[in-house]
């Protein structure tokens, strides 16, 4: 664009000259005695004949134009040249004053939105929490070698800033929020970035935490405050000395008063007979040497034991006496016994069935095996007289089938297997 822009304004100042030589032209001629010649000329291969008589080019045979030609002394092209050379000079100096100047207010525009977003990455993390907006105008400058590590010192600045605001005893959920998403979020090229945010987002949060645990003292919490102050020495053991060191001081100022509370909310808990909550409750403390919790414990553990055990066995009794229930259920029913015919309901056991009986007398002795809707299934036995049998027929193990006997004259004698019996 700027190559472009140049070249009009260079085409733009040699029409001017042009012109001007052109409108003056008849001064000019006049003033440096410029002298005037008539000829014949070639508009095809442009060569040049003295005598007005020819009508075509002896070289290209195209016809011959006439025209004026001005005639030049040896001192006037001299002059001319020069001219010409300052012309183009002076040309030169105005395009490169241009393009210089045009560089410099570009330069001076680029140095000046380059600080104006280095202090908007700043303002982003300091005051909006926006990283998501601070990642998008590093993108913007992606061809600027060093925006993006000036960039990250300003985050560097404004997260130890409000970090350092934590630790004086102010509240800053958006910062730790921030830094949760970077720390959660965030794929990094940069190992010694992962660091920092690491860093950081632990020592936000235990110096956010220790400032809760304050106001959980200032309300008489104790019992909470101890557990946050637990929390902050667990999360910053072997890493922040310091902050390990201020969260135990503050453990043993209020740790008789948090016991109390432990020991207080457990024994309401077993006075209702909630031995699992006051074993819940007791857990975390059993083994920081306080003899009463530790006792307190073990009863609750007890107790819980206890009632699970007694649970289990209820629940076995139970379970037992369900299954028995079933098999109960199962077991052979006689459901008529009228005129000599008997009929059993029973379920089989397997999938075989044996019937064996002896009958004596000189009536008829008949046994069916009948299916769930008490249609003949097997004709196990129908004679007349004395009679043995003993008969093994195919069932279907867990369905339901009758079995029915009808004797006259007689009596029988014998018993069955595949069944639940009775």
Not at 56 to 77: G, M, R, V
Not at 101 to 106: F, L, N, P
Not at 331 to 343: A, F, P, R, S, V
Request: with cysteine; aromatic share 12%.
């Amino acid at each position: 664009m700027e190559i472009l822009l140049v070249s009009v304004i260079a085409f733009a100042i040699i029409c001017g000259i042009i012109y001007w030589f052109d409108k003056n032209k008849e001064k000019l001629i006049k003033k440096f005695k410029i002298e005037k010649k008539e000829i014949m000329k070639c508009p095809v291969c442009f060569k040049e004949y003295d005598d007005l008589k020819l009508k075509e080019c002896s070289h290209c045979n195209s016809y011959l134009e006439k025209t004026t030609k001005y005639i030049f002394s040896q001192k006037l092209k001299k002059r001319i040249a020069s001219i010409l050379f300052i012309v183009i000079i002076i040309v030169l100096i105005i395009i490169g004053v241009y393009y210089g100047i045009s560089k410099y207010i570009e330069e001076k525009e680029r140095q000046e939105k380059y600080n104006n977003d280095i202090s908007t990455c700043y303002d982003l993390i300091k005051n909006k929490s926006d990283y998501e907006e601070f990642s998008d105008i590093i993108k913007n400058h992606k061809d600027e070698e060093n925006f993006e590590g000036d960039a990250y010192n300003q985050l560097y600045k404004a997260i130890d800033e409000r970090v350092e605001n934590i630790k004086n005893g102010n509240e800053d959920k958006e910062l730790i929020n921030m830094l949760s998403d970077i720390k959660f979020s965030t794929i990094y090229d940069d190992e010694d970035m992962k660091n920092y945010i690491d860093e950081k987002y632990l020592l936000a949060q235990s110096y956010s935490n220790l400032n809760s645990a304050n106001k959980y003292i200032e309300s008489g919490s104790y019992k909470e405050a101890f557990d946050l102050l637990q929390q902050v020495i667990s999360n910053n053991k072997d890493k922040n000395q310091e902050i390990v060191d201020i969260a135990t001081n503050k453990q043993n100022e209020i740790k008789d008063k948090a016991f109390e509370q432990i020991i207080n909310e457990a024994q309401t808990q077993i006075n209702n007979q909630d031995y699992s909550s006051a074993q819940k409750t007791l857990e975390n403390y059993k083994d920081l040497g306080n003899q009463t919790i530790l006792d307190m414990y073990n009863n609750a553990t007890n107790e819980v034991n206890r009632i699970e055990a007694e649970r289990k066995a209820k629940e076995a009794e139970e379970e037992r006496q369900r299954k028995q229930a079933e098999i109960d259920a199962k077991k052979d029913q006689l459901t008529i016994n009228k005129n000599g015919k008997k009929i059993w309901k029973v379920c089989m056991t397997g999938n075989t069935f044996r019937f064996q009986a002896t009958y004596r007398g000189s009536g008829n002795f008949i046994v069916k095996l009948l299916d769930s809707n008490q249609d003949l299934e097997e004709l196990i036995v129908n004679e007349i007289g004395d009679y043995n049998v003993d008969k093994t027929v195919r069932v279907n193990k867990g369905e339901y089938y009758y079995i029915e006997t009808y004797v006259s004259n007689g009596s029988w004698n014998g018993s069955w297997w595949g069944t639940y019996g009775d």
